[in-house]
């Protein structure tokens, strides 16, 4: 079965409309971390809905209930269940994109407004906030269904819609949605597998398919001491100093060379394989690319695959910052009387929330009874999650291969990620079915930075790509 060349000739002669779509979609500041602009995320839910029935899509909004934000109570903006097509002959494909955004400011550097699509022709690239997370994915789906319905062509496979608009501030209410809607009769019955377009590619060359993510556990750790801030001339020498006792624990989380100095987590992570050392070795990928990424010659090594598994398949602690304590411009002498440090772990397999919470807390207080210190001590796991890996041996895998080798003409790299989407374990465990991780956008796109981009390149190729997938799926699954 192969893809009829109408599809690819309909998405070359709309790359206008389709730009067009994600400049519309790009508008409306859809930022779900900030309640001034709940109406927005709601209005993108609306957006979509319209986009999606005017193409014959059977739509289900569903109210996920309400949520407490910047002190107030309000809705949360609803998840968008779709389905289009039910015959048991062909495979079902689960699809999932989100609508919400990150913030974004003109203000915070960005050099085009952020919600205003700026297509920049010299580079081929399309500035804005949510062009490449998540919107540009997302449209890609509803360009590729538009070009079937207009060609009159059937659709390969049966096809499910899951959107939500909360993945940007912790994806509230939808696990418990999915959970609830697997079973007999319900939405999710009968999915075969799931396609997630909601990562990148390592670099801005190669494209990529993604089997795994890391999982998460944020810690937040509290000194406090002192009735209220003190002055330093008069207290200095003098009491127990919250700032100095948590400098000194946090110097103790992991050394400059990312060792991790927390007994008992190197034997939690799963035994690495020749083969899933074979796959390091072998992705495009170079020093050069992670210190372009970062901006400066930084790299903990020198060794490419070293690098990469670090970032892929090892975990690692990062401190984040210091709440309570002095930050603002001009020399302020003061002691604070409670100062809380935050980090997080980036968790491996076969590493989870549970079982590494005990090591990191237990750690934690025996080297804080180290420094004698009358201080009090609290250690809070703010959110976790866990890591996911899949089979990328599997039949959904080798159809999205060949479907990028259709449209690029490359073999792709397999990767995996060191951030983390947990609704992907979500529907990996609810559903019980193969998850794919299937990226548009480029690694230089700046997700969640200012100066988010989309390069028209990989919006419109990409759109091929998901196309392509889907007949790929029809051609290579077994019946």
Known sequence: MSVPNQFYEYVEQHKTDFIDRLAKAVAIPSVSGDASYREHVFEMSRFIVKELEALGVKVRTVDLGKQVLDGQEIQLPPAILGSIGEDPKKKTIQLYAHYDVQPALLSDGWEHEPFKLTHDEKTGRLYGRGSSDDKGPLLGWINVLEAHVKLGL????????CFEGMEESGSEGLDELIQSEVGPGKFFEGVDCVCISDNYWLNDRTPCLTYGLRGISYYKVTISGP??????GVFGNTVHEPMTDLILLMSRLVKPNGEILIPGL??????LTDEEKQRYDVLDYSISDIEQSAGAPVALSEDKSAVLMGRMRYPSLSLHGIEGAFSAPGAKTVIPAKVSGKFSIRLVPNMTPDNVDPLVITYLKAEFAKL?????????????????????????YVAAKKATEAVYKKT???TREGGSIPVTLTFAEALGVNVLLLPMGRGDDGAHSTNEKLDVSNYIEGTKLLGTYLWEVAATAPK
Request: net charge negative.
């Open 412 to 414: 792709p790299d397999l």
């Open 372 to 396: 004698n210190s009358k201080n009090k001590l609290e250690v809070e796991n703010l959110h976790g999650g866990k890591p996911w890996v899949a089979d990328p041996n599997h039949w959904n």
């Open 266 to 271: 190197d034997h939690l992570v799963a035994p």
């Open 154 to 161: 059937e659709l390969p496979v049966n096809l499910r819609f």
């Open 227 to 232: 009735a209220r801030d003190l002055h330093s």
